[in-house]
T-cell receptor, first 114, second 114 residues
Framework: AQSVTQLGSHVSVSEGALVLLRCNYS??????LFWYVQYPNQGLQLLLK??????LVKGINGFEAEFKKSETSFHLTKPSAHMSDAAEYFC????????????FGRGTSLIVHP | EAGVAQSPRYKIIEKRQSVAFWCNPI?????LYWYQQILGQGPKLLIQ????????DSQLPKDRFSAERLKGVDSTLKIQPAKLEDSAVYLC????????????FGPGTRLTVL
């Protein structure tokens, strides 16, 4: 069975600082990996996804993530945080074969200080 | 392109009452998902439809929850009778059906059970 672990329920950074949100997955084969963002009172919106092409994936709003098979990780980064980045971020996985069920992590709340 | 529509946005009911949520996915999207998101947690898949057939409903509490997708388009999720622990945001999402594809989420319905 697949699972997703997001380390840190809250991450606090200053505006302009590096953002690093951690995601580790557990799967017998490399899955498809996604990062979604959720703003207050809204649904989730896709930031980026990994589907076995390039290991470094660029997404919207300046975010990127690197798939590292040896570390079973898919951490999300942004070089310089902006106040508008404050939101809840979710990592999700879908297996490449068999059962189709997507699994989401518990989420990380990003707090950006001025 | 119109997004995923959900109604109502908010609902407050007493325990043991019934409630129904409605979802209209993006036109042409074959796959429709219902998620339950409890405060502070990631979305948990309740049921997944492919056109009007059920792909997975293993996490749907079938003694009280039911869902249908008539004609492979709109979907309704019903809870009867509701319990206090059903208080959550119910998210509907749709996708083209490719397991590597993006899910598009609606704004959700926030249910409070008193």
């Amino acid at each position: 069975a697949q699972s997703v672990t997001q380390l840190g329920s809250h991450v606090s950074v200053s505006e302009g600082a590096l953002v690093l949100l951690r995601c580790n997955y557990s799967s017998s084969v490399p899955p498809y990996l996604f990062w979604y963002v959720q703003y207050p009172n809204q649904g989730l919106q896709l930031l980026l996804k990994y589907t076995s092409a390039a290991t470094l994936v660029k997404g919207i709003n300046g975010f990127e993530a690197e798939f590292k098979k040896s570390e079973t990780s898919f951490h999300l980064t942004k070089p310089s945080a902006h106040m508008s980045d404050a939101a809840e971020y979710f990592c999700a996985v879908t297996p490449p074969g068999g059962s189709y069920i997507p699994t989401f992590g518990r989420g990380t709340s990003l707090i950006v200080h001025p | 392109e119109a997004g995923v529509a959900q109604s109502p946005r908010y609902k407050i009911i007493e325990k043991r009452q019934s409630v129904a949520f409605w979802c209209n996915p993006i036109s042409g999207h074959a796959t429709l998902y219902w998620y339950q998101q409890i405060l502070g947690q990631g979305p948990k898949l309740l049921i997944q439809f492919q056109n009007n057939g059920v792909v997975d409903d293993s996490q749907l509490p079938k003694d009280r929850f039911s869902a249908e997708r008539l004609k492979g388009v709109d979907s309704t999720l019903k809870i009867q009778p509701a319990k206090l622990e059903d208080s959550a945001v119910y998210l509907c999402a749709s996708s083209l059906g490719d397991r590597a594809g993006e899910q598009f989420f609606g704004p959700g319905t926030r249910l409070t059970v008193l």
